[in-house]
């Protein structure tokens, strides 16, 4: 703390279970450990009753309800790390573009990007301590209060998801009108893909700055491409990414697990394996042991159990888990599921599937 009042990104307290980030670097742990996508979410009591009245974007502007809403799950469950409250969206409105959260809908973009000339319209310089810099003042508020309990991940979404949303306006099934633009307009997609990247980085690097203690970049909709124009318009963007913030942090010998995560993209495994991230996040889609060959070792796996399992009861939970941990292997091994909780999820089956991880882990490596 400064003597203003300002909670400042240094002096905080020492970290107590480190096996999260021991396990995103290979190394050995006493047990698997556990987070979950969208763990400070809708399917927590606690959670709606914070939420309710209030505007999404507001809430993310807020340092205070932000550090609350990540430290609530940890409340419940014994979660070896937590993700700070925020969202991939907030980088668009960096840009100055108006993104709203309609109930019902999800986000929108009242005035979505049509044609390149639109490219425009967005900040060609953005000041990112300016306009996300209540992102970094949640994350050290968070850091400080979390206690050193577990880690805290910080995390953006990558650049061809964002430009999708961009483009589309908000969600959709086809992304026909983003992918028109990489058939029609190649060009102005790199430039907006560079726009973006760039963007990412400096985001990135003030979130480590402010205690993030590792980062996880979320290419939502990569599935939608593909492999070919993965390899063009997405790749290279999320290469980039890791190896401008991995350089940037050996200056300050810094060394900060990232992880990527690109939904439905199994025919990238091979190639997202060799992206300098330490940690490679899969979907409920790809078997566990064909990941690891896949991946030959070079990185460590995390996912991906299909949420709605947690629709299952208690016992069977426990035994989806144990195979899971058994496809995977206990090392470079984060247990997690292969897309974010819906709100629709009872509390008690999370911490089912949180206990399994522990119970069944920590015996296979006794066992060993």
Not at 112 to 122: F, G
Request: proline share 6%.
């Amino acid at each position: 703390m400064s003597n203003d009042g300002l909670i400042l990104p240094k002096d905080f307290p020492q970290i107590q279970n480190d096996t999260f980030l021991r396990a995103a670097r290979g190394e050995e742990t006493e047990h698997v450990p556990v987070w979950c996508m969208r763990q400070a979410g809708r399917y927590l009591p606690e959670f709606r009753e914070s939420r309710a009245g209030k505007d999404f974007f507001e809430t993310c502007r807020s340092p205070e309800a932000c550090c609350e809403l990540t430290l609530q799950p940890l409340r419940r469950f014994p979660f070896d790390a937590a993700i700070i409250f925020s969202d991939i969206l907030v980088i668009p409105q960096a840009l100055g573009m108006d993104v709203q959260m309609v109930a019902g809908k999800g986000p929108t973009f009242p005035d979505p990007l049509k044609e390149p000339e639109d490219l425009q319209r967005l900040r060609s310089k953005v000041d990112v301590d300016k306009e996300l810099g209540y992102v970094f003042k949640a994350i050290t508020l968070t850091r400080h209060r979390i206690e050193g309990k577990v880690p805290l991940i910080g995390f953006t979404g990558a650049p061809w998801t964002l430009m999708s949303y961009m483009i589309e306006g908000g969600g959709s099934n086809t992304h026909s009108k983003a992918k028109r633009w990489l058939y029609r307009h190649p060009e102005a997609s790199h430039m907006l893909l560079r726009m973006l990247t760039d963007v990412i980085v400096e985001y990135l690097l003030g979130q480590v700055a402010a205690g993030a203690q590792a980062l996880q970049v979320f290419e939502s909709h990569a599935g939608i491409l593909g492999p070919v124009e993965f390899r063009e318009f997405s790749l290279p963007y999320l290469r980039d990414i890791a190896r401008r913030v991995k350089d940037k942090l050996k200056e300050g010998a810094k060394d900060i697990p990232m992880i990527v995560f690109a939904k439905d993209a199994h025919y990238g495994l091979e190639d997202l394996s060799q992206s300098h991230y330490e940690v490679v996040g899969l979907d409920w889609t790809i078997d566990p042991q064909t990941a690891r060959e896949r991946t030959g070792g070079k990185v460590s796996l995390q996912g991906n159990m299909d949420p709605c399992a947690l629709y299952a009861p208690k016992e069977h939970i426990s035994d989806i888990v144990k195979k899971m941990l058994e496809g995977f292997g206990t090392r470079g091994y984060i247990a997690n599921l292969g897309h974010g909780l819906y709100p629709d999820m009872d509390p008690d089956n999370v911490g089912a599937f949180v206990e399994a991880v522990h119970q069944h882990s920590k015996r296979m490596i006794k066992q060993m």
